[in-house]
Nanobody
C-alpha cells in the first residue's frame, strides 16, 4: 500500500485560501488514482476531489470552481488548492489512494484540520 501524509491545514478566514499537500511513499505513486475527502464534526466523510494518472480531475459540486486538485509525480505529491473558503469547508481533510483499475481507496492519510472562521 501507499503511505500518505497530509500537511498544510490550519485556521483561515472566510474568503481566504490554503493549499494542502499529501506526500506519498512506498509504491509507485504515478500508478495511483488520488483523492481528497473531508469529514466535518458530526457528519459523514465526503468526497472532495480526485485526479487520475492522466491528470483528469473530478470535484464535488460544493467545491467546484473553488478548489483545484493537482499532482506532481516527480515529487510523489498530490495537492489541493482551496480558494474562496467558506465556514462550511471546515473539516478534517484526508488524502487517499486507489490503485489504477482498483475499486476502493485502500490507503489513507492521517488527516489535516482546516478551520474557516467567519
Amino acid at each position: 500500500q501507499l503511505q500518505l501524509g497530509e500537511s498544510g491545514g490550519g485556521l483561515v478566514q472566510a474568503g481566504g485560501s490554503v493549499r494542502l499537500s499529501c506526500a506519498a511513499s512506498g509504491r509507485t505513486f504515478s500508478n495511483y488514482y488520488m483523492g481528497w475527502f473531508r469529514q466535518a464534526p458530526g457528519k459523514e466523510r465526503e468526497f472532495v476531489a480526485a485526479i487520475s494518472r492522466s491528470a483528469r480531475t473530478s470535484y464535488a459540486d460544493s467545491v467546484k470552481g473553488r478548489f483545484t486538485i493537482s499532482r506532481d509525480n516527480a515529487k510523489n505529491t498530490v495537492y489541493l488548492q482551496m480558494s474562496r473558503l467558506k465556514p462550511e469547508d471546515t473539516a478534517v481533510y484526508y488524502c487517499a489512494a486507489r490503485p489504477d483499475g482498483g475499486i476502493e481507496f485502500g490507503s489513507w492519510g492521517q488527516g489535516t484540520q482546516v478551520t474557516v472562521s467567519s
